[in-house]
């Protein structure tokens, strides 16, 4: 098999994340990293026993890699993704896919024009059992769906002393709530059902108007171990939390909200899907348990076994039952399938592209206009 060689832009947690897992596919080599500074880069490549580091610029001109993960600030994703594209490189790129629709739609249109692989990180897709759902789903197991509802809550930004670049919109964008975490929602959501969301009522919240910015940079997640001298305070105008109803398809209906300050929940993504026969339900913090819900006869929950699963959720189960398959797997296995396109370019994409995150722009203006509207709004 022909080895992949590969960039990674961004050293934070998902690039972390990316090297690690991209790495476990055996043919795709990660030879080459950029930061948001030399020595961030320097430091990264030696931990990662990357071969070398340079700036964005130079690694997406280099005519040695084929492909870059652009794992930066949501600010960087434009620039980054259409520059890589522009130079004739595949790329795979963090959610949401850029700041605004406009952006979204040059680089689909890019990326077409180029025939690149391209694909939006929307890696919860990937856990065994929520592909296995969607295939009941597609049975019609569970009759015609009615109803959804869930949320995704996190607890690392309750306290003002919790800060993160996400926080800042110049860098995140104007959503940071919805867009960081109701975009995986909402993209889940339809994955399942087969239905588009075709209209929505949002409103959006935040919780600490001040905030207290530390004095160095820090990675996601790692805000708890700081020091009050370590901060100074500044105004904050993004969302800590988010509630939304929408419209799914022509009949159902359904509700979610999104959290950074529900206190207990490190990652707790849950959804609900329910039918005219029956009901299924899955949390991303027991990702190997799907509950389905009777009417007429007991409920159950079903464990995750590859050998008991439809055969298209199967193919996303690699180990035997009884061996857990979490997050660092969805993402290997979107890895997966993204470099079996770039090696067969010819073969119909089947995972998330920008063509998929420019949807989720769409949806994210029409839950920020919702929100400014106080109305109901069709994206």
Partial sequence: MKRIQTAMLGTGFMGTVHTENVRRLGYVDVVAVAGSSPEKAAKFAKEHSIERSGSWQELCQ???????????????????????LEH?????????????????????????KKGLANCIQHNLRNYPLVQNAKEMILAGEIGEVLAVQGT???????????????????????LRAMGDIGSHWMDQIQFLTGLKITELCADLTTVHALRKKPKMSVQTFAGKKLKPSDYEEVPIDTDDFGMVMLKLGDRAKGCFTVSQISAGNKNSFRWEVYGTKGGLSWNQERPDELWIGHRNSPNQIIVKDGSLMKPAAAAYADLPGGHSEGYDDSHKQMFKHFYAHVLNPKAKPDYPTFADGLHGMILLAAVLKSHQKRAWVKP
């Fill in 152 to 174: 995704y809550s996190q607890d690392w930004l309750l306290y003002d002393t919790d800060y993160n670049w996400r926080i800042e919109k110049e860098h995140n964008g104007v």
């Fill in 88 to 112: 004739g490189k595949h790329v795979l790129c963090e959610k949401p896919l850029t700041m605004n629709v406009a952006e979204a739609k040059t680089l689909v249109a890019l990326a077409e």
């Fill in 62 to 84: 280099d005519p040695t890699i084929d492909a870059v993960h652009i794992c930066t600030p949501n600010v960087l994703h434009y620039p980054q993704a259409k520059f890589a």
